[in-house]
């Protein structure tokens, strides 16, 4: 009876505020009723064990104010009611989940969903994701991953939108607004979160929770430029990342989490730690115990300890000691409890959860099958694609072809293999199981065995055209998952070899998380499309593009390697001192040959300089044409604004889409630059023969860089710029000149 009167006291005091407007003064409100240790529990994060009797005394003790890993509606339920009715203060949990690329549809990863270079379709896969997902009571997702990733040996690149900073910040935003939807406080939303705070995929070597060391123009240009977009745009939390930078951890970062996160760019949100990343700082050894942790953490701005347990126990005695002020406490208190009134969780705190059940609706598989067409990079057609209609008998090969669980990738807790349709089902269905035969040749991507290379090589033999599924298992992308060569695992290179020799010709589909180095597959394959592990309906996505259906449009996220030994490996690199220009290789050097007859340039003697494909790559069953690039003027003041534009040309006979790429280049600065760097895209649908004038406005003040001190420049001086289908482009350049003095 005193519960109930109290919570109807607790809800009267709330409600005397001013309605949403007045959430600071509910913030305070609540703030002010909560003892020391109810405060702490707030900033507690547990990864449940269903709701087993420990976890719930915990709930109803006040010391959770998040869950993480429950997914179990009932469990949901039950644990929300513990809190909200046995706990002194009925504060709401907030349950959070890695819905990454999907809940139940499972659309592809993010590597492949930027390789859609369409967020209007990203949205929408985040914004069905958060519709199935919210049903199930999460309300917190932690995605998107905006960690630029330049090095294929990182397993975590699957998650990224790719190697370029405006790629990750476009698809990122297209994420949260899927997300969040059009307010946090919708019982379909989910809070989302920018992760990982910051430089993670710079981890040296490529090697998971490695060291960085970014300079600070590198840091504000590339790393933090995503997350700067997301949160101005209105993210709702943070997670900060495993690794050190520049000799700090980043969960105990006040560089990061103070002074940039919430001074420069005014982040009233949460920030959640990445899991016991708060303990690991004493594997990082900068902290000596879990106290000396929990206190560095929460001073640096970390607000939630995820599954660390370091915030409950120690901060409790470091507040009464005086060694952490209770100031820092409440903010972090403070920025939790604003979360759960954007959320609504006071005012309903089961909201969401009597949802309908809209998992797997025909218009979500619809959208996941149209963004794996859509996803799909056409790297090389000799012409066997479209499928003619004359093929009859086609021979489905590889690990790859039926892999329900594997075609989905890295990061899918809650697929449902059952859902999966593969190439070969879809294929079937399409062309009838007669017309279909199918030998794998290989149980799975890492199989050494050759014993089905005969059942394959004969299906071959007898088959029209033969389409060979290749690639990744899910497990070998993804967290602490990298590779130090990025090559195709098992024998699956080799039974493409013989695949080929029986004169068949062989198209080649390569589901990974990563880019590969595939120069030999690609040679000896007809056709090539690679697809960045797809999801649900990689079958029919695919087998839309195999026949023609749908003419593919992606284009690369990443630059493909001709080795793993060229890692980092980008597009935006810089120039150096010595540009590789003639290019002697290792098989060409003579016997006894001076050190000088290489050319003492920038490259690889065994690999060049070039990547084997370039970031923005990709084909279509149709041709396009890029005009000479117009600019609105040739000279602009460094706050002024230039129109470039071009006209783009369907030169072929399908109608297709092609993806614009605007590049930039600074010819001289008082920093070394990028020797391009993408400053806009646009992805356009043309008929044959259709030509469109594109425009893209740029402000010159988004043409500057980060000097050693972190302050931002526009330096006057010339400027060249590209549109084109790809970064690799060699058109002649548009040149203009930023007026002004330089500082
Ligand atoms: C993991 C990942 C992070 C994820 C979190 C919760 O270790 O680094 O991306 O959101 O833990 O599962």
Redesign the pocket.
């Known amino acids: 009876m005193v519960k109930k009167i109290f919570l109807s006291a607790l809800a009267a005091s709330l409600a005397f505020v001013a309605p949403a407007s007045g959430v600071e003064q509910r913030v305070d409100s609540v703030l002010s009723m909560m003892s020391l240790r109810e405060k702490i529990g707030q900033l507690n994060q547990l990864n449940t064990r269903g709701d087993k009797q420990e976890c719930l005394d915990i709930v109803a003790a006040g010391e959770v104010g998040s869950i993480?890993n429950e997914n179990h509606p009932d469990v949901v339920r039950r644990l929300q009611k513990t809190a909200v009715e046995k706990s002194r203060l009925g504060i709401p949990l907030i349950f959070g989940r890695?819905v990454i690329h999907g809940y139940h549809t499972i659309f592809p990863i993010p590597l492949g969903q930027a390789a859609t270079w369409n967020p209007e379709l990203v949205g929408r896969g985040a914004r069905i994701a958060a519709v199935e997902a919210t049903h199930d009571g999460i309300r917190w997702t932690?995605s998107p991953?905006v960690d630029v990733s330049r090095d294929a040996r990182w397993g975590r690149i699957a998650e990224s939108a790719g190697e370029d900073p405006l790629l990750n910040e476009v698809m990122g935003l297209a994420l949260v607004r899927g997300y969040q939807g059009s307010a946090l406080s919708s019982p379909t939303s989910m809070a989302a979160c920018a992760?990982?705070f910051c430089g993670y995929g710079a981890a040296e070597g490529g090697r998971d929770y490695n060291t960085t060391w970014i300079p600070e123009p590198l840091l504000r240009d590339v790393y933090l430029k995503p997350f700067k977009a997301l949160a101005k745009a209105g993210v709702a939390t943070f997670?900060t990342s495993?690794n050190d930078i520049n000799g700090t951890p980043s969960t105990g970062n006040p560089f990061l989490l103070r002074k940039v996160l919430r001074d420069e760019w005014g982040f009233d949100g949460v920030v959640v730690s990445?899991?016991d990343a708060i303990t690991e700082m004493i594997a990082h050894r900068v902290c000596a115990d879990k106290d000396q942790a929990a206190a560095m953490a929460v001073n640096a701005g970390t607000d939630i300890d995820?599954e660390g347990d370091a915030y409950l126990r120690c901060l409790p005695e470091l507040v009464e000691s005086g060694k952490v002020d209770i100031a820092v406490i409440d903010n972090a208190v403070r920025n939790v409890l604003r979360l759960k009134f954007r959320l609504g969780l006071f005012d309903n705190p089961y909201i969401g959860l009597d949802s309908e059940d809209k998992s797997y609706a025909p218009a979500h598989l619809e959208a996941a099958r149209k963004m794996v067409g859509e996803s799909a990079v056409l790297i090389k057609n000799d012409g066997i694609l479209p499928l003619a209609p004359s093929v009859r008998r086609i021979a489905v090969v590889g690990p790859m072809a039926d892999a329900a669980h594997d075609q989905c990738g890295t990061w899918c807790l809650d697929l449902e293999k059952s859902h999966s349709v593969t190439p070969l089902a879809a294929l079937r269905e399409r062309f009838g199981r007669d017309a279909v035969v199918y030998a794998p040749g290989l149980a799975y991507s890492r199989d050494r065995s050759t014993a089905g290379f005969k059942a394959a090589i004969e299906a071959a033999r007898k088959a029209d055209v033969v389409l060979f599924f290749a690639g990744e298992e899910a497990v070998l992308s993804g967290?602490a998952h990298c590779l130090a060569d990025v090559v195709l695992q098992g024998r699956q290179s080799q039974l493409l070899e013989e695949l080929a020799l029986t004169g068949t010709p062989v198209v080649t589909v390569l589901m990974a998380g990563r880019p590969l180095a595939i120069r030999d597959e690609v040679g000896n394959s007809n056709a090539v499309i690679y697809s960045f592990h797809p999801g649900t309906m990689a079958g029919p996505g695919l087998v839309d593009v195999i026949t023609g259906d749908v003419n593919p449009s992606g284009h690369l996220p990443v630059t493909l390697p001709l080795m793993a030994g060229q890692m980092p490996l980008y597009y935006a690199q810089k120039s150096t001192g010595r540009p590789a220009q003639e290019i002697v290789h290792i098989d060409d050097i003579e016997l006894e040959a001076v050190q000088s007859s290489t050319g003492c340039t920038s490259y690889y003697l065994d690999a060049g300089k070039a990547p084997y494909l370039p970031f923005g790559y990709g084909l279509s069953y149709t041709t396009f044409g890029y005009g000479p690039v117009e600019l609105s003027s040739t000279e602009i003041p460094a706050d002024g604004k230039l129109i470039a534009a071009c006209t783009v040309t369907n030169t072929g006979s399908r109608t297709g889409a092609t993806v614009a790429q605007l590049y930039v280049s600074d010819c001289v600065a008082s920093l070394t630059r990028p020797v391009k760097e993408l400053k806009a895209f646009r992805k356009i649908e043309l008929a044959p023969g259709e030509s469109r004038r594109l425009e893209f406005e740029l402000s010159v003040s988004d043409l500057g860089f980060h000097q050693a001190d972190g302050s931002y420049i526009v330096e006057p001086g010339q400027m060249n710029l590209w549109i084109a289908p790809d970064s690799s482009t060699s058109a002649p350049a548009a040149a203009f000149t930023i007026t002004g003095n330089r500082p």
């Open positions: 993480i890695d932690f991953m992760k990982h997670m495993f990445d899991w995820m967290e």
